[in-house]
């Protein structure tokens, strides 16, 4: 039984279902629970990103430019037209979608570094976009969104709700609206990795030539990966904002797409839940150093080198290589 | 009746070299083809252009009959071609199996959405993927390494897992570059059976190979080149009577 389960292609959802549940009991304040839906977002996020840069081997320096994107276009279409969030939200990725695969289509052909300089100044562009058409986005001062709302039922980080006779506050609900966001782009990805489509994605890694003399169309899958990752980007962006109530282009900026791909890179690179690790790390750890003070960003950068140096496969895969390892030396040296 | 492949004054030069020069032949549907030749002769090169991994500067290949001028590999393996690679291309992120049911690609056609929501027409697909791409292990001598990683496998196994990739795509015609290069003699000769008894499903078999004991006992016909041109083409028994090919491996 137990055996069977870990087997199971789901073990890892069951595990982050069940953390995501316990989670609560150790957060004793609003603030730990407005830190915990910020992660969750973000690890959707990078969930997201990882199927591009883990499993199909491109990169992609510029994903912030889709996050800030998905976050603007929610903003705008709900605060400044009054669209409802939903379909704002799903305006917003269509729109990323297919700006995502207008842009794709010629830089995808990059290979390495010329791939990251084409993303990059992909970024660059929307956050120089964001930053100057005052008119629409209100500039560097940002701009202030509604809450997230469905037929009319508000969901706000500063109102109160009850659930099954339980008053809980607004960061709770959020808390819990997040959790089950990340837990179906999860789930959503787990479902495109394990399948043909999943399985062509990773062969543009492994060996592009292998992938095309077998009849996948790399350039085609590339595009697709690309897309549906500026997807995750653009709907996360937009419940961000929601959530934040105020953006700024600065979630559009190079360090923010730099802060999506070391979560990637750090979690461990085509381990959906390395990745979130990976979120969660990056995001609590200046929070943790705060005490430092003047020395929080040299232990910051330190922590991450060392990670990388010692963990090069990622913290994630690192970590349950050395579990399992353990596990058989205690049932006998049995592989 | 119309040759399966056919190469028409194929010509390709990188730079001021002539890897390739003036080569024509055809393959006739059922035939083991071999190319030999020292190396450097362009065998190599040759497979790369005829699966459309490079563009010929000059000349024309048919692959039933229709010119593969403006096809990428991907739309060849459509039209049922697929090859192995003498500098072996394994994808080594993913298990042993996954590796032969990515063969499987061009009969898995799956939409985004039956993918995302993992529907039961998406299950079941993948499942007989998966047992057809595990009687294909059987069927080349890997089935040890069912449940194993690519990255865990010998070289020997890994050259065999290779051959079962592009068997697991269907082909009508498969190009096997160097399968024999840096086996052992057991080896060889299990691999030898392999190419009799893919040859013997109806699959046309070109090769790249050095081994002559191998070649000249498996081919129908053979291809020599030297320095890129076409040095001698033949049946087996005419190769091995023929003046200029002797002197070339033999250094006259």
């Given at each position: 039984m137990l055996n069977r389960f870990m087997q199971s292609r789901l073990q890892g959802l069951v595990v982050l279902t069940l953390i995501l549940i316990i989670l609560p009991a150790f957060l004793s304040n609003p603030f730990h629970y407005e830190l915990a839906t910020q992660i969750a977002i973000l690890a959707a996020t990078v969930v997201g990103l990882n199927l591009l840069v883990g499993f199909a081997g491109q990169i992609s320096l510029g994903h912030a430019g889709f996050f800030g994107l998905g976050a603007y276009f929610s903003g705008i279409a709900t605060?400044?037209?009054?669209?409802?969030?939903v379909p704002a939200l799903v305006a917003g990725a269509i729109i990323v979608g297919i700006i995502a695969w207008i842009v794709g289509r010629p830089i995808l052909r990059l290979k390495g570094h010329y791939l990251s300089m084409a993303t990059l100044a992909v970024g660059f562009i929307i956050a120089i976009i964001l930053n100057n058409e005052r008119a629409i986005?209100?500039?560097?001062?940002g701009m202030p969104v509604p809450a997230f709302e469905v037929f009319g039922w508000e969901l706000s980080p500063f109102g109160t709700y009850s659930l099954f006779g339980l008053e809980i506050s607004g960061v709770q609900a959020w808390y819990m609206f997040s959790s089950v966001i990340l837990l179906l782009a999860v789930w959503f990805a787990l479902n495109l990795i394990q399948s043909p489509i999943g399985r062509a994605l990773r062969s543009v890694k492994g060996s592009e030539v292998a992938a095309s003399v077998v009849g996948v169309d790399t350039a085609k899958y590339k595009s697709l990966v690309f897309v549906i990752s500026a997807i995750y980007a653009s709907l996360m962006g937009g419940l961000y904002a929601h959530f934040q109530g105020f953006i700024t282009p600065a979630i559009a900026s190079f360090e923010f797409s730099i802060l999506f791909i070391t979560m990637v890179v750090l979690g461990g690179m085509g381990s959906t839940f390395g990745v979130i690790l990976g979120a969660v790390v990056l995001k609590l750890l200046p929070q943790v150093l705060a005490?430092?003070?003047?020395?929080e960003h040299v232990m910051f950068g330190l922590i991450l080198m060392l990670t990388m140096i010692f963990m090069p496969k990622g913290l994630l895969p690192t970590l349950t290589a050395a579990v399992s390892k353990r596990i058989r030396k205690k049932t006998g040296g049995e592989a | 009746m119309t040759a399966l492949v056919e190469v028409k004054g194929l010509d390709k030069a990188f730079g001021g070299v002539?890897?390739?020069?003036?080569v024509s032949f055809s393959v006739e549907a059922g035939q083991v083809y071999s190319v030999i030749g020292p190396n450097g002769a362009g065998k190599t090169t040759l497979f790369n252009l005829i699966t459309g991994l490079y563009t010929p500067t000059k000349g024309e290949i048919r692959l039933n009959g229709e010119s593969t001028a403006k096809l990428e590999p991907n739309q060849l393996a459509e039209r049922g071609m697929c090859r192995t690679f003498q500098q072996m291309q394994i994808?080594?992120?993913?298990t042993a199996i996954e590796n032969v049911m990515l063969g499987r690609h061009l009969q898995l056609k799956s939409n985004l959405f039956t993918t995302l929501f993992r529907l039961p027409s998406l299950r079941h697909n993948e499942e007989a993927a998966r047992k057809r791409a595990a009687e294909l292990m059987e069927y080349v001598g890997c089935g040890d390494y069912l449940g194993a990683e690519a990255s865990a496998m010998s070289y020997g196994a890994l050259k065999r897992l290779e051959i079962a990739r592009a068997l697991a795509a269907e082909p009508k015609v498969i190009l096997l570059d160097e399968p024999a290069a840096g086996l052992n003699a057991v080896e060889t000769a299990a691999l030898e059976e392999l190419i009799r008894k893919i040859a013997q499903q109806g699959i046309t078999v070109m090769l790249v190979e050095h081994d002559m004991k191998l070649v000249m006992g498996i081919s129908d016909r053979l291809l020599v080149l030297n320095y890129g041109r076409v040095l001698a083409e033949g049946t087996p028994e005419e190769i091995r009577q023929n003046p200029d090919v002797i002197a070339a491996y033999l250094g006259g």
């Open positions: 605060g400044t037209y009054g669209w409802p969030s986005t209100g500039g560097p001062d005490d430092f003070q003047d020395l | 002539h890897a390739v020069e003036g994808c080594m992120n993913m």
